[in-house]
């Protein structure tokens, strides 16, 4: 396992990109609202996004135990402009 203060490894920079996006819009509440959408695809019957917004919620709490400054939304500014310059086509 990886030490305090790595990063996370997350093999699907999908996941990774929004999970990224949600702390730094909802801060310490991101796990929360990745669970809303998990809910929402589950209320929707959408199998495959209920198990990617699984998997985001995963890495939401794998960023916030690894990073804790990131459970606050710490640089969310910049942590938004910096994700929505590399946002994928």
Do not use: K
């Amino acid at each position: 396992m990886a030490e305090t203060g790595a990063s996370p490894v997350h093999l699907d920079p999908e996941v990774d990109f929004i999970a990224r996006a949600i702390i730094a819009q909802h801060g310490a509440g991101a796990a929360r609202a990745a669970v809303d959408h998990l809910n929402a695809m589950i209320d929707l019957g959408d199998f495959y996004r209920r198990d990617m917004w699984a998997r985001v919620v995963h890495a939401i709490h794998d960023r916030q135990r690894l990073q804790p400054e990131a459970a606050n939304g710490a640089s969310c500014a910049r942590e938004l402009s910096q994700l929505a310059a590399m946002r994928p086509c």
